[in-house]
């Protein structure tokens, strides 16, 4: 699956960049480079933030197993 990532320059210096397709997950950074690198890290921090929260709420006969999006 591909997501689509929006870097833009900021006004103060460096770039902020977000995930079109998920709200919430943004970052910024001093160099293109280092944006690209922080909006991965907030990628994973999402995912793990939902992962957790999703298993708060499972009941004990959830079944859970991987799942993958072949490209669309």
Do not use: I
Request: charged share 30%.
């Amino acid at each position: 699956m591909k997501f689509t990532a929006v870097y833009e320059p900021a006004a103060e210096g460096g770039y902020v960049a977000w995930l079109e397709e998920m709200p919430g997950v943004q970052t910024q950074g001093e160099t293109l480079a280092e944006a690209k690198e922080n909006l991965l890290d907030a990628f994973q921090l999402s995912l793990d933030y939902l992962r957790e929260k999703a298993r708060k709420v499972e009941s004990p006969q959830s079944v859970r197993e991987t799942f993958e999006l072949a490209a669309l």
